[in-house]
Structures are given as C-alpha cells and as structure tokens.
C-alpha cells in the first residue's frame, strides 16, 4: 500500500486550494492525496458502522434484562449487567434444546459439507477426465442445478421425502445437503485444468486402480477447489432455513436458525423470550464471525479461479 | 460419481420432475370432508392459470422485480465503490474495512432478520429513537416501507460478499496497466473508469447473477418479518405464496406450480442477463 504522508507538512486535512502564497508543486499535490486520504477513511468508516452497528447492538442487548432492553439506551450497558445469567437461560431452557439446535448445526453443516465436497469431487472429476454416453447430458443437467435455486426445490423435495418417510428426519435435510451442482461445476472446470491426463495415464501404466488414481493423485490436485467448495456448502447448509422450515416439524431436530426464530416469534406472549433470543442470537454470531474472519482470505482465492473466467 | 448422480436424481431431477408432474395435476376430495380419500386426475395448465390469475401471486411477482431492480442496483454500485476505494491508493487499513463489511455475510439471513427485526421495533431500537429526536419518525415495519427495510437487511448481508469478488478481480489487474495508465496522465478517476471498470466486468456480471436469483428467491426475510409486521401478507413474495399454498391451503397442484415458475423466472431472467451482457462485449 502507498500511503502517501509527507514528513514535516502539518497541514490539516481539507483539500482547500484557496488562494494561499503559492506552494510548491509537490507539496500541493501530496496535500492533495493526503486530503483525499481523510476523505476516503472517513467514509470507509460510516460505512463500517452501518455493517458493525447490529452486531454491536446484539453484544449490547445480550448483557441486559428485558426490562433494561427497553428501559436503557441500546447504544450502551445498563447498570445491571446479566450476560451470565442470560447466558445459562439460553443452555438451560427446555432441558438445554439450545444446545441440541447447535449440535444440529454442526452434524447438517458438518457432515454435509464433508460428504458433498467428496461427492463433487468424484463427480466433477469424473466428467472431466472420462468420456462416456450421456456425459453432455449430465453436464447440462448440473449447470441447470446451478441455477434453479434450492428453495424452488425445497416444497417437491419435501413431499417426495413425506412418500418416503423421510420428512422430519435428520435424513430430510442431511440428503439434498450431499449435493452440490455448483462444487461439481467447479471441481469439472478445475479438473480439466489442473489434473494433467499424462499423469493419470502414466498412473494407469504402473497398474493404479481408477479409484486409488482418483484418491492419491486426483484429491490432491483438486485440493484448493475442494475447500471452496466445502466452505461453500458449510455457509450454504448452515444458511438454509427453506428447507429444513418445510421438513422438519419436530422441534429436537431444529438447527440453531429455526430454533431462534421459534423463540423470536413468542416475545409478543412471553417477553422473557427478547432474553433468550438476543443472546442466543450472540452464541450463533460469534463463533461464525470468527471462523469468517479467518477463513476471509481462503474463500477469496478460491472463489475467481473457477467462477470467474474471463 | 455414481453416488453424486443417485443423490443427484433424488434431490434434484426427481423433485423437479415431481413437481412438475404435481403442477399438472388435479386432486379431488370424495365425501362430505374428504373422508372418502381423494383421487388425482390430469388439470392441465389449470393450476398455472390459478396461480397466475390470482392476484396475491402476480402482485409478488411484481414487487420482488421492483425489489430486484432497485436493490440489486444500490447493492452492486456500493460494492464497487467500496471496492475501489478500499483498492485505490488512497485507503488505510484496507484490511480491517474489508473484513468488517464482509462480517455480515457469516451471518445465517434468518439470524440477520431476527437481529434487524430488533432494530426495527421502536422502543428497542437505538437507532429509530436517535431519528425521533432528530425529528424523523420512521416507522420501518408500515407497509409502505417494509420492502425497503427487507432491502436494507439483503443489502447489509450481501454487499460485503460482492465487494470481495469484485476486489479479487481488481487485484488481477497487472500493475504494468496502472503505472502505464499514469504515464499517460490518468488521475483515480479516469482509471476507475477506463481501466478498472471494463476489467472487473465479469466479476460484476457473475454478482448481478447470483444477485437476481437470491431476490426471486425471497423468504426468510418476510416469513420473519411477519411476526412483526402486519404489512408482510402471505402472499407478500412468489416463494411465500408457494410456501402459503402448501403449507396453509394444502393446495400442492398450485404450490408446485408457484415453485416451477419461479424456477423458470429465475432461469430466464438469468440466462437474459448474461446474454446482455455477453453482447455487450462482442
């Protein structure tokens, strides 16, 4: 970065050109960057606070009691201060549901996730290195899952599992997590580019089985793709409300985003509730903002080397 | 691969077709209550026609395209302006702003909702007292606002994820094409335009994308939203209709019907987008 500060010119920040004695015409124009500087951090940093404000808010509303939270001013602590307690509310109520909301979380998001990018992976690779009848079709039919969105999919899906009987299991949403048309799209595209056919070949020659070539030599090529798309699918399967809403009806099988908006949806009859959902809602903030925040610079490599292409 | 294509036709070919098979069909109740069981027949395109011809349905359709139009805009324009200006020379720690705008996106939408529903309702709300005593009365839940605070919550959640990938894009630039952009004389200004923009066109094309898809996909926000707002009716988005249909009038015939065009309103609306664009080029 070239951030422009020029030692020993203590001028203050406004750009102004007024009629001063005449400047050098160097200094004049790091006065200038320099102004320019101001401005742009300056609004860089309202706009930080409209993206951090609710976060910020949330932390707040979380440390007070239902009465604080209309009684105090949102921006700041009130005297009385009740995280803890709001804290074990949220772990304890209904013999610990909430805890129960996160472990299926992670066991949809998890699970999922790891099985889907596997599958991508041997699919996505399949299509690019194999030629057989039907690959066109199969082609398409993955670039139409890319772009019919999930919730299209999500009502049919639910009464096709009802027929089944696996409506309002953890199979409901487990199953359609383990595809990924788009993770396919992308490991066929990096495939193609990354896994040389000479190698598979020389592979083949030294008497490698298809599946051990796609396990020992394909897996590790395609690593960089693979963690796109698993994050993909992680945000993706932790995101989804569609469709465990229409399939899941039996609270113990929630993930945390359906849990809290049960609990949001009582504080009408049950102010204890505004409690409970603004600190669960900080429990399931946190832990993912932190695990965006480290991952930030994986996704952004990840994400242009397939998609974008020029 | 051939666990993916058994999955693949469960979870996705076999809902589709279900559903479209479903769209065709016509359920009809024997008895007083349908007690007697019920028997399905061909409806033709009759469920199309009551889907389309009710006018819930065809009203969200029309206020997700305004949506669409206005809030896909402000949220693409903002992101390349915030990515310009965190890549222009010019920025200081580009690094905490990015992460900062790109927090929101680690945040499930339902989450999101339910931490902006908060905002919304006054007496809670830091942010709606701070305008009352400044003289703004804003009441973000009346049904002459609730689109745009449902707007609001999409484009807190989302621009920071588009900036990333229009910033990815503007960090492939080679620096050879900005320092010769100087020699030549160009300020900031007329290198954003000339040099910036037309390179970063199909990370803006691939986000105007999965940006119009996300918007006829609209649920979460209003289904949530309802609980505080009266103005949010259950025909407010196509997707909320659908959910509506099946879920409160038992009506699958229509409910599939609902979801196929809107698969099909997404598919074309993308596919004409990228053609757009793509001729634009040539």
């Not at chain 1, 440390?63 to 803890?84: C, E, I, M, Y």
């Not at chain 1, 304890?92 to 998001?109: E, K």
């Not at chain 1, 009987?165 to 788009?182: I, K």
């Not at chain 2, 006829?216 to 959910?243: H, R």
């Amino acid at each position: 970065m070239t951030t422009t500060s020029t030692p020993g010119s203590t001028t203050t920040s406004t750009a102004g050109e007024g009629p001063a004695a005449p400047r050098q015409e160097a200094g004049e124009g790091a006065r200038r960057r320099r102004g320019t500087t101001v401005l742009v951090t300056a609004v860089l940093a309202v706009v930080t606070a409209y993206f951090l404000l609710p976060v910020y808010w949330v932390v707040v509303a979380a440390t007070k009691s239902t009465q604080d939270l209309f009684g105090t001013n949102g921006f700041w602590f009130s005297a009385r201060p009740q995280l803890l307690s709001n804290l074990g509310a949220v772990f304890t109520y209904d013999g610990g549901i909430f805890v129960r909301w996160l472990l299926n979380s992670l066991l949809y998001a998890g699970l999922g996730a790891v099985l889907a990018t596997y599958f991508a992976a041997a699919a996505g690779y399949a299509l690019a290195k194999y030629d057989f009848r039907g690959r066109g079709l199969v082609q398409a039919l993955v670039l139409g899952g890319v772009l019919v969105p999930g919730t299209a999919t999500a009502l049919p899906l639910f009464l096709l599992f009802s027929q089944m009987g696996l409506a309002n299991t953890y199979w409901g949403v487990l199953v359609p997590s383990l595809v990924s048309p788009f993770g396919v799209f992308l490991v066929q595209v990096y495939a193609r580019a990354t896994v040389p056919d000479s190698m598979v070949e020389a592979a083949r020659l030294d008497g490698a089985g298809e599946l051990r070539i796609f396990h020992v030599f394909a897996l590790r090529a395609l690593a960089p793709a693979l963690v796109t798309v698993l994050l993909f699918q992680v945000v993706g399967i932790w995101n989804n409300y569609f469709l465990p809403l229409v399939m899941l009806a039996d609270q113990r099988l929630y993930p945390v985003t359906l849990g809290l908006t049960a609990w949001r949806s009582q504080v009408d009859r049950l102010p204890e509730f505004y409690q409970l959902t603004t600190a669960g809602v900080l429990v399931s903030v946190v832990p993912l903002a932190i695990a965006m925040l480290v991952l930030q610079r994986y996704w952004r490599g990840g994400l242009t080397e397939g998609a974008v292409k020029d | 691969m051939a666990p993916f294509l058994l999955l693949f036709a469960l979870t996705f070919v076999a809902p589709v077709l279900y559903a479209v098979g479903q769209s065709f069909t016509r359920v009809t109740r024997e008895g007083l209550f349908g007690q007697a069981g019920a028997s399905s027949g061909f409806a033709g395109f009759e469920n199309y026609a009551r889907a389309l011809s009710d006018g819930g349905f065809a009203a969200s359709v029309g206020r997700v395209l305004l949506f669409g139009v206005v809030q896909v805009t402000v949220m693409i324009v903002a992101a390349t302006v915030l990515a310009l200006l965190l890549e222009s020379a010019s920025a200081r720690w580009p690094g905490f702003f990015r992460t900062a705008y790109f927090l929101p996106y680690g945040i499930p939408g339902v989450i999101a909702t339910i931490l902006w529903s908060f905002l919304y309702v006054p007496g809670i709300s830091p942010v709606l007292g701070l305008l009352a005593a400044v003289g703004i009365d804003l009441d973000p839940l009346a049904p002459s606002t609730v689109l745009w605070s449902i707007a609001n919550i999409v484009t807190w959640a989302y621009t920071g994820y588009n900036m990333l990938i229009i910033v990815a894009q503007l960090k492939s630039i080679p620096k050879e094409l900005y320092e010769a952009a100087r020699v030549d004389g160009a300020g900031p200004l007329r290198i954003a335009r000339s040099l910036q923009l037309p390179l970063v066109r199909p990370a803006l094309v691939l986000a105007t994308v999965f940006s119009i898809i996300g918007t006829l996909q609209l649920f979460a926000e209003p289904q949530v939203l309802q609980a505080v707002s009266p103005a949010i009716s259950n025909d407010y988005t196509p997707n909320l209709a659908a959910y509506n249909s099946a879920f409160n009038y038992n009506d699958y015939g229509v409910a599939s019907a609902q979801a196929v065009l809107i698969a099909l309103a997404a598919f074309v609306l993308s596919a004409v987008f990228l053609g757009l664009t793509n001729r634009g080029r040539r």
